[in-house]
């Protein structure tokens, strides 16, 4: 156990070669093909089509994956795969992947590649690196990645001597979210969250569109739940999935939702009908929070949410009946209209007052059990602090969950301030296509020095990119050992089901080979990431034959997953109390208990653009993928029937939407409906690409991006509201 990375190089060096010598313990890729061959074999993997990273099993057949499936061993899985993952093999297989490093030859953005060879590309990418560190310093290099392959690039950038990473994942997701909860419990829901929905007596669903948000356990849970009985409250202008198994459906006027919750507050407490004795025990401000929203009353809020006053009470008794088994839905996509942390933390205060965090059908709490991170890595100390912690936003999350601040760097990309960014790193997001405002984000690009995309597809960063380097998929490569912690201890770790295609290469070595040219060859001793880890497993005394084998191995959770007398929780906050009043906001000229502000509305003749998912598709990752976009291939603008018929369009024809700026979308089928509001519309995000190179992709639907181009900032977290956009319907030119 704590082994260093130092530790190692030492036991390393005292073997031949100061590689490790033992690739005796991994199977070399000649083997598992000639194995895969001769019969049919099951890989573990990790699911990569979504964030989820859910455990799977891919099926081998004659070198060529045929078939994925759950593993039944991971919690997040449990043995099934959600549609998306079903069709990871169509990314695969796809015609249109990066085949070769490529090295741009033409302008930005007009699409002209020279192909390369590796030395050639990494060289480039080395020499560029050495650039930017003598003359603006290390730190002027940033990272944006997400999933398994992202680590190691992290470890890259951080060796090269800075610590600015961030995440689309983070500002432009659920961000706000982690920063509402951490302000309000010293923790977050999770991720995987730690929703006890199965267990749950009542449901609340802001938003949170599940059963078209598929995230595959978590979407289990729920089934379960609602299966057991849960009376389920959904709250979304359209009528969603979820509102269809729904016993009320509140189709609130888009952007008032805290006016509801804090509302619902007021008659919680008005009752009598919240938790007193938890309160008691484990809340701060309790007074103070009953006096801020004793004004919000029912008819008030009606005003505001356009939900009758009679409903807002009906429902509120509703939850105050079955607390504190209540599931108040903490969210994921959170940066909606530019409160949102403040809006988080009305969620996460209301579940306190109903008593929800550590209780059955509630938040549950973690397990206690802890496995020691292996490797310690010690990185040079930056000079200049990283830009998340110099930026103005200064509640922005920090390095610790590595989500950062998009939004921060962005910035501090376009006016050099704290310091110039030069150079950009991009692994598993699309940043041109996450972030609002792409006029803005490619202005801060054409900044740069070095923009490096390391992509399966060429999608629409990789396609501005000075190098864009072609990665292997999940499944072509090992997967690094993680712990992970919810409702147990589980160590994961996957193997490569297929070797890589074309010239395509494992993220473990393309960060090794850059790293070996730019001189910290160090932080990458071990020669693959099966020796890599091998080591981990020897040294948390794990078996590394039955972990490559079983893909996972839990170990049980013996505490109670709920409040006992003896497992009690840990709150880490400045005041070790759940803080219904905070004061770290006070302290930083924030309210301190939410209060509601009504948002913009839409100008005459507009509606407000809203957006969502597909529950065969994930984000721009799969927009080209030939199995899913046989499922689902064009995206629709859903507008209400009344509307429609005043505007002439008829279902399925295609219409233009044009924004408050005068941007115009590509073309999009109307779905007339009476299943949404009269004010918004509504599509789902990932479709309309303009890249030629994606031939299922290209101008298939329309783009929600392009029309975001307003963005309203939440000064707290830095995180973007992206739901302030109006648009027109347009008859198609
Ligand atoms: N299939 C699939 N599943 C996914 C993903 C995917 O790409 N594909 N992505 C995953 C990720 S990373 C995330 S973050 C989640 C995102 O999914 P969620 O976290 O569920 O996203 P939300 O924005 O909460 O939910 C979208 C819903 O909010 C409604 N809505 C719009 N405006 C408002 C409003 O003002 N108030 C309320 N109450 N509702 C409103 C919309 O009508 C829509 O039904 O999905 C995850 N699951
Ligand atoms: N307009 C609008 N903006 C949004 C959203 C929205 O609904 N509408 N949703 C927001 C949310 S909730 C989120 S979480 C973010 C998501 O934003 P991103 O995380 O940027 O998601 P994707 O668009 O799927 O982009 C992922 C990119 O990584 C590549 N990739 C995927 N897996 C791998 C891999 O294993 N290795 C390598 N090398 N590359 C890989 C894909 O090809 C793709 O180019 O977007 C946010 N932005
Ligand atoms: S939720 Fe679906 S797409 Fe996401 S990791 Fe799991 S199986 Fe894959
Ligand atoms: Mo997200």
Known sequence: MGVTRRDFLKIAGATAGGGIAGSQFVPSLKAMEKASRSKETRVPVFCEMCHWTCGALATVRDGKVVKLEGNPLTPNSRGKLCGRGNGGIGLLYDPDRVKTPLIRAGNRGDGKYKKASWDEALNYVAEKLEHIKKNYGPEA????SVGSTGKHLLTLVAAYGSLNFAQPSGNQCRGAREVGYILTYGDTPGSPERLDLANSKVIVLFGSHLGENMHNSQVQDFANGLGKGAKLIVVDPRFSTAAGKAHYWLPIKP???????????????REGLYDKAYVDAYCIGFNELAEEVSRYTPEWAEKETEIPAGLIVETALEIGRYKPSVMIHPGRHSSWYGDDVQRSRAMAILGAVLGTWGREGGIYLPTKASMKKVIKEDYPEPQKGPIVELCKYPFAIKQGLILGSTTAIREATLTEQPYPVKGWIVLGANVVKAMPNEKETLEAINKLDLLLTIEIMPLETAMVSDVILPSASYLEQAEELEIKKGRSLFVTMGRAAVPPMYESKDGYTIAREIAKRIGVGDFFPWETLEEKNKFQCQALNLDYEELSEKGCIVIPNTDSPYITPENQPVFKTPSKKIELYSAQLAAKGFDPIPKYTPPQQPPEGHFRLVYGRSPVLSFTRTCNNPILTELHNENSIWVNAKKARELGIKEGEYVVLENQDGVKSNKIRAKVTQRIREDCVYMVHGFGSELKGLRNA???????????????????????????????ILKEA
């Open 141 to 144: 290099v940033s990272l944006f």
């Open 698 to 728: 290209y101008r298939k639907g329309a783009d929600d991006q392009g029309l975001i181009t307003r963005y309203t900032i939440d000064p707290i977290s830095g995180s973007t509201g992206l739901r302030v956009n109006f648009v027109r």
């Open 255 to 269: 952007g008032t939702d805290m006016a509801l919750i804090l509302a619902w507050t007021n008659i919680l407490i």
